[in-house]
């Protein structure tokens, strides 16, 4: 077991800083409280100088660090006496089921999110702006650009997340499922 090196520290931090937020923000849903609870988990990590056996290690007690610092805050004082939290919501995020489905999807967008990144820009910005829900014809409006480019972009940018994310099909079909 080895502590991080500050090089490794700031890598773990960056890649998965983002992902980590969102899925403490599925428990508190207060991303600004969420982002709080995610820094004081690295800053745990470095200050204590917390050891780990490898990279999975890593992120494992990272998602489960993160898990328990959101039931504490949902548990808090200050929770309890500023917001109305019901037992049985607080129960079925303690369970392992909900745990490991969040940190599943955390990775899946993740993995699509860094999927978009690698498209042209103009790829990546109509497939997040679809990804929000938004109709070719608003997305046409809000860019000014015609609808048919919308469509070809859109064309461009699958066939090129295609072979980026087929390895995940499966995944996200599984996902998919969990959700509904």
Not at 18 to 28: G, H, V
Request: proline share 2%; charged share 25%; aromatic share 12%.
């Amino acid at each position: 077991m080895k502590t991080l090196t500050l090089k490794e520290y700031k890598y773990t931090f960056d890649s998965l800083y983002t992902s980590l937020c969102l899925f403490a923000n599925k428990y508190i849903e207060n991303l600004e409280a969420s982002e709080d609870l995610v820094q004081d988990v690295f800053i745990k990590i470095w200050e204590e100088k917390i050891a780990f056996n490898n990279d999975i290690a890593i992120k494992s007690y990272l998602y489960t660090a993160v898990k328990n610092q959101s039931l504490d805050y949902l548990k808090s004082a200050y929770v309890r006496t500023t917001q109305s939290l019901d037992a049985v919501d607080i129960s079925k995020w303690e369970t392992d089921p909900f745990f490991h489905r969040e940190v599943v999807i955390s990775d899946i967008n993740h993995m699509l999110e860094k999927a978009i990144t690698a498209l042209p820009e103009k790829c990546a910005q109509i497939i997040k702006m679809s990804m929000k829900g938004m109709s070719n014809p608003e997305i046409s409006e809000e860019l000014g650009i015609s609808l048919n480019t919308i469509k070809l972009q859109k064309k461009i940018a699958y066939k090129r997340l295609r072979p980026l994310l087929k390895d995940y099909f499966l995944l996200f079909a599984f996902i998919a499922e969990l959700k509904q």
